[in-house]
């Protein structure tokens, strides 16, 4: 959009496969510019060439987060940890010679896929070489107090934890070495163990009711569609549900007929359910669809109602509504939230508030399809989620909602002092 004001317009939309495009940068031009794909399959990830003029983009490098283009034409980016530079005409919009490394492990938030480094137009580098946000799964009861800790802290950016319907089990991501897969830990030792193993990216699982499976999401084929794999462990991976739109699997029903996933249409998401059948899955209906986004679905224990979060009221608000409808409806949020979870009787709703507390809501369901009973929100504590924003849930309900199990940071942010390069492309040799 202009710099005075006036209408958006998008100048680069996501293929299948290419979860974002982020961290754009323009060139001397002032009309071109690069960006940042990812993450994605390493087929596809990389910086990218773009232009205000014409909507086509190409891949310029693979790379593991976004970069920088530096005067006098110079690109920048980090690959395995290590900060690289090669030359680039800007005019061309082409790389014209070989990466060298002038910064060794520069650290990298595997979160939003951005790296430790700064450039500048007079010859000073910036950068850190390490920056680890350390999470840990832990359980809280209602006050926020830890009541105990699953495993040692984690640098591989644990995420969305799902316990198995036993407990015996919880369903976790990490990012290993660059590779994003789904993982199980034991809930009595914390061990971990990994679960997928594809290069791709492998995320968001959610358990069978009767925990013989899991379900998850993943872009091996280019678009996100769901997969399914033995909870045990044993047998491959196999492909669920495919479609041309991206998808994230949100839950699933207690009686095991309908999976809920967030269906993805010009990035805009809507919550729908796939019928799984036991030859297979059928056919999929939305069921919250409107030009706002709806996510992050959770079916009631009854499996009559679901919670979910849209942001129809112009931010984001937790609601319930009838499942699969039609029927009642109601607001639960009164200021903002995300995240839902029921406790297992259905009569007590939880969700995070904008402000990071844990938010309690008594919740009476009818039986004929008329609007829910709502209760006030009661706040209990100030959660330390490593990723509130994010598309699923970084927290499970206890049965009796007594008890929450959580992925929390682990420590302060912990970063190595900012080191200055002066005149770092005389480390390039260049005159």
Do not use: C
């Not at 290993?176 to 897969?181: H, I, Y």
């Not at 909870?231 to 839950?251: H, M, Y």
């Amino acid at each position: 959009m202009p710099a005075t004001g006036g209408t958006p317009t998008s100048v680069t939309r996501p293929k299948p496969g290419e979860l974002g495009h982020r961290y754009p940068e323009f060139l001397p031009d002032g009309r071109r510019f690069i960006f940042f794909v990812g993450p994605s399959p390493p087929e596809v990830q990389g910086l990218y060439l773009g232009s205000l003029d014409a909507p086509e983009t190409h891949r310029l490098v693979a790379a593991d987060a976004g970069g920088a283009y530096a005067h006098p034409g110079y690109l920048l980016w980090p690959r395995q940890g290590v900060l690289v530079a090669a030359p680039f005409d800007a005019e061309r919009g082409a790389l014209s010679g070989d990466p060298i490394p002038i910064a060794p492990a520069v650290g990298l938030s595997v979160a939003t896929s951005r790296s430790a480094f700064s450039v500048s137009t007079t010859g000073l580098l910036a950068y850190r070489t390490g920056v680890t946000g350390r999470s840990r799964l832990v359980w809280m009861d209602r006050s926020g107090t830890v009541v105990r800790a699953l495993g040692l802290p984690d640098e591989n950016q644990l995420l969305y934890p799902e316990p198995s319907p036993n407990g015996q089990r919880i369903a976790v991501q990490r990012t290993v070495q660059g590779n994003m897969d789904i993982w199980q830990v034991d809930a009595a030792r914390g061990i971990t163990s990994r679960f997928t193993f594809d290069t791709s990216v492998d995320s968001t699982a959610v358990w069978a009711p009767d925990g013989s499976r899991l379900v998850f999401r993943s872009n091996r084929n280019g678009v996100y569609d769901l997969f399914e794999k033995p909870a045990a462990g044993a047998g491959d991976e196999q492909r669920l549900f495919a479609s041309s739109d991206d998808k994230i699997p949100s839950d699933w029903s207690t009686d095991g007929r309908f999976l809920l996933y967030v269906n993805f249409v010009k990035n805009v998401p809507d919550l729908w359910a796939l019928p799984i059948e036991s030859q297979g899955v059928g056919t999929p209906f939305p069921v919250v669809r409107s030009r706002f986004s709806e996510d992050q679905g959770q079916f009631s224990p009854d499996g009559r109602w679901i919670a979910y979060r849209t942001n129809e009221s112009g931010q984001d608000e937790i609601y319930v509504q009838a499942f699969p409808g039609p029927g009642g409806k109601a607001r639960v949020s009164t200021e903002g939230g995300s995240q839902p979870r029921w406790r297992r009787d259905g009569k007590e709703l939880f969700f995070v508030a904008p402000d990071n507390r844990l938010m309690a809501v008594p919740i009476a369901l009818p039986s004929n399809g008329q609007a829910p009973n709502v209760g006030a929100p009661v706040a209990l504590f100030v959660v330390r989620l490593t990723s509130r924003g994010a598309p699923k849930h970084q927290y499970a309900v206890a049965p009796d909602g007594q008890r929450f199990l959580m992925v929390v940071s682990a420590d302060e942010t912990i970063a190595s002092p900012i080191t200055i390069v002066q005149n770092w492309l005389a480390g390039l040799q260049v005159p």
